[in-house]
């Protein structure tokens, strides 16, 4: 009982300041049965030389602290999710090492707290073994869950090789009823937390507890990752694997080059992270700054940035802005992820934006879809031209960059839901159209059906077929399916065109369709061009400039906003004037027909566009 006295002290825990920079806190957590209360002891360790531990992670949850642990010299109050997890971990005999983020960091100080987020994946890297609580068991669902996931490793990864196409077309057809076990676990709040990304995000082995269950970390992402490929049968099942796909090894280097190059861009690996959920926006930043694209990135502005929970939101996002923009040569991927909700036309912007941020910094509170301007997309609108760009000290709200002038909006539609381009006909007892068939009317201009005789802008192009690839930005999503190794200027034009025929033969009345492409449907993947439509165009606006070129556009886009090529830019940008005023807004990135490849910038000198310097605020 004495021993038991000792772990009982009366006083609450006061924290010691950390000796220096490089000393984390590791809890040795006591054995102990049921019916014993929490014991633990912490102590400092130099980063680099922890010795074996296993880090925690979990879902805080209700913020209040109900529980308690006691430590030697006093009692430390806990989160219920935290205690039931310690709980969980506790060995019955001996002691087991952890770390946990709620119990290692002084939590009330933010200068502590700013300071050990930059070892938070170290500390998940160099651990022993990864634990990871998903919560208690309340409803009983976790041994069939987990018996579920082990049962389709079975099917899908043992059997991958002999009979893959007759497995999936049989769970094809299973009812959704079956798929109820799966659902039950990746609707659990852990898969949505920002935080986990960088924790489970390594290459150290890792367990799932869910109650008394558990399952290992590999086991239920090789389901995930087989059951990703099928699309439709994911999204007509409503099973939720992609995210699960998403978090595995995301702070590992890729070991051959991939399209997983884009994980070299810190912006796209924030924006990417945009359905994870935190409670702290700033941690939409702090939360990757382990991140491999900037500890081996080429941008050394990157590489200074720290966490700082002294600043306001607001400036932790400009500051990652400009550092992303001065210290990136190459491309300017910080304004491609720009996705607006709203966005105004202020007379004196300088004055009436000051407590907002300016419209060229990405606000990773609100995303809205993918970005187009992909690190390693082959579009390349300003061709061989670098970023021109500057940030005063003087004005830091105004972005300075160099660009061309293409054209203005003439024409907008609504933006358009993630649902536009799923496979169905006209309704012709509720007055409907297919959004293929309404655009190409309202927008285009065409009411004599779909056919290859109409020249796109005064071109030698064909219309419908520059239709098809605004709509798709250029069949991005099948090129990397079917065609990664060849390079995209390479693949014939009738490739694309015969997805979207297909696409048209599955959607809109037959009478309306030439003969040409009637033929070229034969030759097409109607459900392709489907996914390549539905990821350019969900949340953006389809738009016809004044000269008769095609836009596919941010969702905030509206007439006379102006199209531009920004130099260094993968896209072309769509930029909004400001009443009254040299400045502009920016509006977004832009997939706009016939200036994806330089040819803007490549025409000689004196030609139909000249250098302009664009002043966005």
Known sequence: MGCLHFFSPPRAYSYTPLPDNRTIRVLTLYGGNSKDPLRGQLEPVAVDAAGDYEPLSYVWGDDRLTHEIFLPTARLKLTASLYHALRRLRPRVGFRRVWVDQVCIDQRNEEERSQQVQFMNLIYRNGTHVQVW????????????????????????????????????????????????????????????????????????????????????????????????????????????????????????????????????????????????????????????????????????????????????????????????????????????????????????????????????????????????????????????????????????????????????????????????????????????????????????????????????????????????TMSNGCMAIYWQNHATERYSAVPIETWLAHAAAYLARTVDSTIISPELCGLAEKGDAQKWSRAATGASTHRRFARTSRGYYVMGPQVMEKGDIICVLFGGKMPFCLRPCLGSQYYLLVGECYIHGFMNGESVDMPEGGEFCESVFEVV
């Open 134 to 469: 998903l919560g208690l068991d309340e409803q009983g669902s976790a041994k069939e869950a987990f018996a579920f996931v082990r049962r389709l490793a079975r099917i899908l990864v043992r059997d991958k090789k002999d009979n893959a196409l007759t497995t999936i077309n049989s769970l094809s057809e299973q009812p959704a009823e079956y798929w109820v076990p799966l659902k039950h676990i990746t609707a659990l709040p852990w898969f949505r937390r920002g935080w986990i990304v960088q924790e489970i995000g390594t290459r150290s082995a890792a367990t799932l507890l869910w109650g008394e269950e558990e399952i290992m970390w590999d086991i239920l992402h090789d389901v995930c990752e087989e059951l990703a490929e099928y699309h439709h049968m994911r999204t007509k099942l409503k099973v939720a694997t992609s995210e699960i796909k998403y978090l595995y090894r995301r702070f590992v280097e890729p070991e051959t080059p991939s399209r997983h190059d884009n994980r070299f861009s810190f912006i796209y690996e924030l924006h990417r992270a945009g359905h994870m959920n935190v409670t702290d926006p700033r941690d939409r930043v702090f939360a990757m700054l382990g991140h491999y694209s900037i500890r081996k990135g080429h941008n050394d502005k990157l590489k200074e940035l720290e966490a700082d929970y002294k600043k306001p939101v607001e400036e932790v996002y400009v500051d990652v802005a400009k550092r992303a923009l001065i210290g990136d040569t190459e491309s300017l991927i910080t304004l491609a992820a720009v996705q607006h909700n709203t966005l105004s036309s202020p007379v004196e912007p300088s004055q009436k934006r000051q407590a907002k941020l300016p419209s060229w910094v990405p606000d990773w509170r609100a995303r809205h879809g993918h970005i187009m301007s992909e690190p390693t997309t082959p579009h390349c609108a300003s061709g061989l031209k670098k970023p021109e760009l500057r940030i005063s000290a003087s004005a830091p709200e105004v972005l300075s960059i160099n660009g061309m002038k293409i054209d203005s909006i003439e024409n907008c539609s609504e933006p358009l839901e993630k649902g536009a381009f799923h496979e169905r006909k006209s309704d012709e007892e509720k007055n409907t159209r297919p959004a293929v068939e309404t655009l190409w009317t309202e927008i285009c201009g065409y009411t004599n059906g779909f056919h290859l005789g109409d020249n796109y802008a005064g071109g030698e192009e064909s219309s419908f077929f520059a239709y098809a690839q």
